[in-house]
């Protein structure tokens, strides 16, 4: 078991190096302001834009995945297990996941 374990780390290793060998052998060597400036359909921005990222829907997109995988945990409970001796762990759980998407829903943190 520590063997395979041990195969695992260095393959992940190792492939983890290799995806960075070939970002850093495929990415561009020289700057240019040509490059680096702000196009709008193709054409010069025809004045200076500061580039800005809308977060608005992020808080959704954390709620909704930590959500995805706290179903995926109950499926595997449910199938795995089915015991209902540890049912109120996963009720607490569910609780407390609760907290945070009732904050959201109900216009927490709207920017």
């Known amino acids: 078991m520590l063997y395979s374990f041990l195969v695992f780390v260095i393959v992940m290793a190792l492939a983890g190096l290799s995806l ?6 495929v990415s561009p060597k020289s700057p240019h302001p040509v490059k680096e400036d ?5 054409l010069p ?7 800005s990222v809308n977060f608005q829907y992020y808080f959704y997109a954390i709620i909704f995945i930590a959500m995805d995988i706290a179903g995926v945990l109950f499926v595997l ?6 015991d209902p001796q540890f049912g109120w762990v996963f009720v607490l759980f569910a609780f407390l996941l609760m907290i945070p998407l009732s904050y959201v829903m109900l216009g927490g943190k709207k920017e």
Not at 38 to 42: A, F, H, R, S, V
């Open 20 to 25: 960075w060998l070939m970002s850093v052998a």
């Open 38 to 42: 702000t196009y709008e359909c193709g």
């Open 77 to 82: 409970y449910a199938v795995g297990k089915g």
């Open 45 to 51: 921005a025809p004045e200076p834009i500061i580039s």
